[in-house]
């Protein structure tokens, strides 16, 4: 593909994607069997890892998105922008929010404040990859795919100015990418 020549280095494999999808299924299957479970996916990013874990579920579910935006590039601008609600009411739901990457904890804690009045039944977390080096909101995941070092990720979802989402696997961006865009040489 020729969007791997902007990759620096692959951190999950395709294979490795699988088996964190599959571990994570189980136990989120496990802990919401009986349970009224409402997958949250926080758009676009985590569209991709949301749709590979709602198929490793096992227990009934729903699934509904939300839309915030705070980057631009490679940096987060600090101020969240409500994008979408959800469509679904989630009264009495057991909300677990589906995230591609908890970085800042910006957004999550944002989301997390906004749903905590909808008088959900319980509101989680689950992150396909955790940055806790850069965290600056008091917030963790409750299911973490794989935790990362403190670069900037592409792939399976997770964008650079809305590019290679389409990646199957995560990559470090090559640093040569921000050089070229932003005239810098880390984001
Ligand atoms: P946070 O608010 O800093 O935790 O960032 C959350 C959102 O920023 C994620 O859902 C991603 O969309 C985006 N983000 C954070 N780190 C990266 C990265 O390394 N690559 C691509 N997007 C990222
Ligand atoms: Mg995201």
């Known amino acids: 593909m020729s969007l791997d020549k902007d990759v620096e280095r692959?951190?999950?494999?395709e294979e490795e994607i699988k088996e964190i999808c599959n571990r994570?299924?189980?136990?989120i299957s496990k802990d919401y069997e009986g349970k009224k479970l409402l997958l949250v996916s926080v758009l676009k990013g985590a569209v991709v890892f949301m749709a590979d874990l709602m198929r490793s579920i096992t227990c009934d579910c729903e699934i509904?998105?939300?839309?915030v935006s705070s980057y631009s590039g490679a940096k987060t601008t600090g101020v969240v922008k409500f994008k979408?609600?959800?469509?679904?009411?989630?009264?009495?739901c057991d909300i677990l929010l589906v995230e591609d990457i908890l970085d800042s904890g910006i957004t999550l804690a944002y989301l997390k404040n906004i749903l905590v009045d909808r008088n959900a039944a319980s509101i989680k977390v689950c992150a396909f990859l955790d940055k806790p080096a850069n965290r600056q909101a008091d917030i963790s995941a409750d299911y973490v795919g794989k935790?990362?070092?403190?670069?900037?990720?592409?792939g399976y979802g997770l964008d650079y100015n809305e590019k290679y989402r389409n990646l199957p696997y995560v990559g470090v961006l090559s640093p040569s990418i921000y050089a070229d865009k932003q005239g810098k040489e880390q984001p």
């Open 147 to 154: 935790v990362i070092p403190d670069e900037f990720v592409i």
């Open 64 to 67: 509904d998105f939300m839309a």
């Open 84 to 92: 979408k609600d959800l469509d679904i009411n989630p009264d009495g």
């Open 24 to 27: 994570l299924g189980k136990q």
């Open 10 to 13: 692959v951190l999950v494999t």
